[in-house]
């Protein structure tokens, strides 16, 4: 089995593009995955997350994204910090 390849917000949204062109010349969901190198679950979940999403917006998003899974890892290490204060003050 393939490996995962990650994908740009950017590049995620160019593909739905262009998904959306050759859907206009009449090419099936699978025929569109497959020309694309995806699956076909993975275009509709694409079109589900990004769908009318510019690429500025996209990429403004994945950005998002990033520092709040920052920002949670800092809170998380924050609230260890203050579980290991509190043993120490009561023992």
């Known amino acids: 089995m393939a490996g995962r390849k990650r994908h740009s917000a950017e590049g995620i949204v160019r593909k739905l593009r262009r998904a959306d062109e050759l859907a206009t010349a009449g090419m099936s ?3 569109i995955a497959a020309k694309l190198g995806i699956s076909a679950a993975t275009m509709y979940n694409w079109r589900r997350q990004y769908g009318g999403v ?3 917006a996209a990429k403004e998003l994945e950005e998002l994204r990033e ?3 920052r920002l949670e890892r800092l809170l998380a290490d924050a609230e260890l910090e ?8 009561t023992g």
């Open 82 to 89: 203050k579980d290991a204060l509190r043993e120490i003050a």
């Open 54 to 56: 510019d690429t500025d």
């Open 29 to 31: 969901g699978e025929e």
């Open 67 to 69: 520092q709040n899974a």
